[in-house]
T-cell receptor
Framework: QKEVEQDPGPLSVPEGAIVSLNCTYS??????FMWYRQYSRKGPELLMY????GNKEDGRFTAQVDKSSKYISLFIRDSQPSDSATYLC?????????????FGQGTELSVKP | KAGVTQTPRYLIKTRGQQVTLSCSPI?????VSWYQQTPGQGLQFLFE???????NKGNFPGRFSGRQFSNSRSEMNVSTLELGDSALYLC??????????????FGPGTRLTVL
């Protein structure tokens, strides 16, 4: 079993929909939780990070971490065609100064106009 | 500020050969990490270098190696290539300093095809 599980999709939604992306994990040592977005033929770019449990909001994006359930989520409100990409969750047990990131498989999202 | 650059962007090799990939981090960044991305396994951590020393290592065979130079540029080498080594190899750099969370910035990757 992988340390981080993420439904690979693909997920297709109409423009304006609320999108929910999720990951589960097994390693209780994870402290930092990240969501990356990867467009085709590009490297991943960081969308949001959260330390420990809680919620974090940035514009149309909200990240939630529930350490008791070992479950993290990313919500995208008012989804746009430009949000079409692969979304990867990532986690780290190390210090905030870097180190090994463990990624989920990635969920391919398509937002239709 | 220029982003992370990786060269070459595309590479085709045959089984048994070796390959060297290069990564130039963002100016001022001291940590460089390497990842392998494949459709089957996703993104997997290879290793991290900081101040020319390997600080973290993933679960890859010894055929995969790396190094970092004094200017923080990094190279990774794969010897005796196998078909399964075909992947996108991503490099990420991070400042790795201070008291706030240090984001890892990814380059565009090198697409390696082994025939």
């Amino acid at each position: 079993q992988k340390e981080v599980e993420q439904d690979p999709g693909p997920l297709s939604v109409p423009e304006g929909a609320i999108v929910s992306l999720n990951c589960t994990y097994s390693n209780s040592a994870f402290q930092y939780f990240m969501w990356y977005r990867q467009y085709s033929r590009k490297g991943p770019e960081l969308l949001m990070y959260t330390y420990s449990s809680g919620n974090k909001e940035d514009g149309r994006f909200t990240a939630q971490v529930d350490k008791s359930s070992k479950y993290i989520s990313l919500f995208i409100r008012d989804s746009q065609p430009s949000d079409s990409a692969t979304y990867l969750c990532a986690m780290s047990a190390g210090s905030y100064r870097g180190g090994k990131l463990i990624f989920g498989q990635g969920t391919e999202l398509s937002v239709k106009p | 500020k220029a982003g992370v650059t990786q060269t070459p962007r595309y590479l085709i090799k045959t089984r048994g050969q070796q390959v060297t990939l290069s990564c130039s981090p963002i100016s001022g960044h001291r940590s460089v990490s390497w990842y392998q991305q494949t459709p089957g396994q996703g993104l997997q951590f290879l290793f991290e270098y900081f101040s020319e020393t390997q600080r973290n290592k993933g679960n890859f065979p010894g055929r995969f190696s790396g190094r970092q130079f004094s200017n923080s540029r990094s190279e990774m080498n794969v010897s005796t290539l196998e078909l399964g080594d075909s992947a996108l190899y991503l490099c990420a750099s991070s400042p790795s300093q201070g008291d706030a969370y240090n984001e890892q910035f990814f380059g565009p990757g090198t697409r390696l095809t082994v025939l």
